[in-house]
Each structure stands twice: as C-alpha cells, then as structure tokens.
C-alpha cells in the first residue's frame, strides 16, 4: 500500500480527534478501504462478507455516491492518522420525514475502543441534526454489541426503540437486531450534560433549545 496525506481540502466536518473528509479516488487506491470488507474481524457484526470485495467494486461504490442524493458517506480520520481509518454514512436521507439511517465502520483495528466511533457519531449527529434540520436519526445494531449499543444510549441520548427477532444471519447463526434512535431534542440535551463530548465536537453546551 503506498503512503498518502489526505488532502486538508477534503476535510468536511473537524472535530477535536476526530476529521470526517470527502471520500475520494484516493482512499479507494490508497487505504485500506476495499479490504475492510474481506477481513472477518471488522465485518462479524456488519452486513458483509458474503462475497470478496475488490478495488474495483469498491471504486464503482465510490462513484454511485456522486449520484445518491440521499446518503452521506464521509472517510474517518483519527489522531495522526493519514488515511481513513474508517466511514461513516447518514442513509436514506428523508426530507419528508426528516429523518436518516446512520452506520459507522471502522476499519483499523488500532482504533477501536478509544471513543473514535462515539466521536465520529456524534460529529455526523451534529451535523445531521443543526445542518441537515433532521428530527429523528436510527440505526440497527447486532444484538452482541451491547456495550457498544449501551455507550450510545448513555453519552447521546439514543433510545432503544424494538428488537428485529433473529433479522441477522452471520456465521450460521441468526441474531437479534437492536433498533436504537435519537431525536434531535434528545441529542441537544444529551450534549448539554456531556461536556466532555460537546467539547470534541465543537458544542457549547446551552447554546440551543431543545
């Protein structure tokens, strides 16, 4: 893999550990993206791995994202990092129901577990909800990953909405998926009382109404 430094004019949304830049021809050639997808370990709880991921499907992906008006993909950039270590994607952008799905990978397993994905989320939050004015942001998460799951629920003001009975199969198994959700006036008070995130994310707690 060749080395590459992300271009700062691709940077989108700057928090305080935590870069979220444009995704480019770049970080389809040079990092580490396409593999993402073929390693066990970063997709056990991801809806991948069925068939191989190649450079080539993931440049097509690339460029289907230039003509899918309602998703939002952006590349993850942690710490000293050069390269993405991750995505992050708000999907099914509805301007009716003002209301989006939200996924996040992250695809270096060295960044894993040091409050990378509860920064990043809460950046795309942010800017889902005073950018975008979206009222209601979801995701469904593997029932395994409760602690994860648990994380978002405590620091954001994500609710658990339902469970999707044995919707996920992987690795011979079927399993439970967790629907969670945040409104915006959930997420707003949530930042008013986690200094320490709306801090990374460039909040002043108070600053907004529910």
Do not use: C
Not at 11 to 28: P, W
Not at 108 to 137: C, M, Q, W
Not at 143 to 157: C, E
């Amino acid at each position: 893999m060749s080395a590459y430094l992300y271009d700062e004019r691709d940077v989108f949304i700057r928090g305080k550990n935590v870069i979220l830049k444009a995704l480019t021809e770049a970080d389809v050639r040079d990092s580490g993206w396409y593999g993402w997808f073929n390693d066990e370990q970063t997709t056990h709880f991801l809806d991948h791995h069925y068939f191989p991921n190649t450079p080539e499907s993931q440049m097509q992906f690339w460029k289907s994202l230039q003509t899918t008006p309602n998703k939002l993909q952006l590349g993850i950039i942690a710490g000293e990092s050069e390269r993405i270590i991750g995505v992050v994607s708000l999907n099914n952008i509805s301007s009716f129901h003002r209301s989006a799905e939200i996924s996040i990978v992250i695809g270096d397993s060295g960044h894993r577990g040091k409050n990378v994905g509860l920064e990043t989320i809460a950046l795309i939050l942010k800017h889902g909800f005073l950018k975008l004015n979206l009222h209601r942001i979801w995701m469904g998460q593997d029932a395994g990953l409760h602690k994860w799951v648990n994380t978002l629920t405590n620091n954001l003001g994500f609710q658990k909405e339902g469970v999707l009975r044995e919707a996920f199969y992987h690795h011979g198994l079927y399993n439970d998926v967790v629907l969670i959700a945040v409104l915006r006036e959930d997420f707003i008070s949530a930042l008013n009382t986690n200094t320490e995130i709306a801090s990374a994310i460039g909040y002043t707690p108070g600053t907004l109404e529910k």
